[in-house]
C-alpha cells in the first residue's frame, strides 16, 4: 500500500512539472516592398495619312495608340507639341467653339511660331499661318482601367484623366476634316507632323 502511495506521489509531481513549462518560441515577420511602378508604351499603327491637296482634308484618320500599364492609381496628361522654326516646340491642341483640334506643322519648311498661334488664337486666317494645317479631334477613347472620361484642360491645352491598376489603352483619333481657317495653297506641299505625348506630370 505505501508503494502504491509512494509511486502515485511521484507521477503526480511529474506531472505537475511538465504542465507547468512555458512553452518558449520566437516569431519573426518577412516582408517584400512593391514600389509603385508605370509603364507608358506608345503603339505602331495607324498614325499616317494623306492630305487631299484641293481640300486640305486627310484621305483617312490618324490614330494614335498608347498603352499604360501601372500597379496603382495614376494621373495621365494627354498633350501636343507642333514644332516651329528654329526648334521650339508649341502647344499642339486648342479648343475652338467647343472643339479640340491638332496642329500639324510642315517638318522641313517649319511653320513660324507666329502662324502656329495664329491658328491657336481660334481666329485664324490662312495667310497669317502658312505651313501650318488644324484637324479635329474625333475622339480620346481610354478602354481598361479608367475612372473616368478624359477632359481636356483649356488653360494648360491638355487633356487630363485617371486609370485605376491594371492595363489601359489611350485612343486618339484625328478626324479627316481640316479647319479651313488653317488651310491654303500656300501650305507648301511635303509631309506635317505633330508630338502626341502622354505623360504622368502635368505642366
Not at 509631309?191 to 502622354?198: F, K, P, Q, R, W
Request: glycine fraction near 6%.
Amino acid at each position: 500500500m505505501r508503494k502504491k502511495q509512494i509511486l502515485a506521489a511521484m507521477l503526480m509531481l511529474a506531472a505537475t512539472g511538465t504542465c507547468a513549462h512555458a512553452e518558449n518560441f520566437a516569431r519573426q515577420t518577412v516582408q517584400a516592398t512593391l514600389p509603385a511602378y508605370v509603364d507608358i508604351k506608345a503603339e505602331e499603327g495607324g498614325l499616317h495619312s494623306n492630305i487631299k491637296p484641293e481640300t486640305g482634308e486627310l484621305e483617312n484618320t490618324i490614330t494614335s495608340k498608347f498603352t499604360i500599364s501601372s500597379n496603382d492609381k495614376l494621373n495621365l496628361y494627354l498633350k501636343a507639341e507642333t514644332i516651329a522654326d528654329g526648334g521650339t516646340a508649341m502647344p499642339g491642341f486648342f479648343k475652338k467653339a467647343g472643339v479640340v483640334y491638332l496642329v500639324l506643322g510642315h517638318t522641313t519648311m517649319r511653320p513660324s511660331a507666329a502662324a502656329i498661334t495664329d491658328i491657336t488664337s481660334g481666329s485664324a486666317t490662312p495667310e497669317n499661318n502658312q505651313n501650318a494645317i488644324a484637324y479635329p479631334i474625333a475622339n480620346v477613347d481610354l478602354q481598361g482601367k479608367n475612372t473616368g472620361d478624359p477632359e481636356f484642360n483649356d488653360a494648360k491645352k491638355q487633356y487630363e484623366f485617371s486609370v485605376d491598376q491594371g492595363v489601359t489603352t489611350a485612343l486618339t483619333t484625328i478626324s479627316t476634316a481640316v479647319d479651313s481657317t488653317t488651310y491654303s495653297f500656300d501650305d507648301r506641299a511635303g509631309n506635317y507632323e505633330a508630338y502626341i505625348i502622354l505623360t504622368d506630370t502635368t505642366t
